[in-house]
């Protein structure tokens, strides 16, 4: 029984807890499968290797325990034996050509970089602790939430802006060193659609743990209609109610389009704000509510330490927080959302 629950406990925390698809161990994705495939191998490899060791050692301690009758008896010594000497070199060899072939073939296969011409690329720029996402050709951007087609190779080249991070979405696919010079691609192929939880990989500063992101996997034509709608967002709407209306001029007062863009644009000191009402979660951890958003523009540290905010934050208070966080969740820029993933 204790075996049994010690096996449920790290099955809850390699499924993620709860966060959507956040879990390597049941693959959704070609990555994640041929990933997969290579855990199962060598942890077959791992486990006969365990069983033969276990049954030598324990065949060993019984064949020359000590018996009645026999002080200080030592058994026959020993010293130098080529056979087994050949047997347990052979052995090793044998079992880390049978892991390294499956391996090696892998990293190559997902190392694939011949793009077709019509392949979507997305360049990710990571930093501390966010994700800016530019999909080429298509002249818009977003932040913390990719979309991408079902069943279609879909390119990601990374660059970090600051120290190194690490991509990586555990359903979809491997991971992948985001390097502040040296460019990685990589592509995620996924079989199904649906929400799926990504996180950063690599210790990245106080909120490496919150720099998470998600990949929302919709069909190719809710697909085609989310980057047309993104392509078509005017940054200047007026908002319906006159409360995020006062929010809008509270936002621009108080310079934050200084460092967030809405609607295409080469700023991203910030993440880019386009479509900020229809994210998964607020700064990629936070269930996206009003509540917990004007806590956040209150006081960001409080939610991501070490985040840029803190640092270049106009003081607000609460009332202008609240209209301002009416504005921020108003702008739904489509009706492709992660629902339309889910249904
Ligand atoms: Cu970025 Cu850890």
Redesign the pocket.
Known sequence: IKALSLLGFLALILSGCGKENLTALVPKGYGAEVSMDLIILTTVVMLVVFAVVMAIFIFVLIRFRKKKGQEDFIPKQVEGNHTLETVWTVIPILLLIIIAIPTVLATFDLADETEASDSINIDVT?Y??WWHFDYQGEDFQTSQDIYIPVGEKVYFNMLSSDVI??FWVPSLSGKLDVNPENENTFYIEAYEEGVYWGK??????PS?SL?DFKVIVVSKEEYEQWVADMKNVDPDEEPESAVAVEGKELFQENNCMGCHAIGSSPVQTGPNLTNFGNRETLAGVEDLDKDTLVKWLLDPEEIKPGNKMTDNYPALNKEDAEKIAEYLLQLKHTDITSESAEN
């Not at 950063?200 to 500063?205: I, L, N, Y």
């Open positions: 990571g501390q602790f991070h690490y950063c990989a690599e210790f990245c500063g490496h720099m």
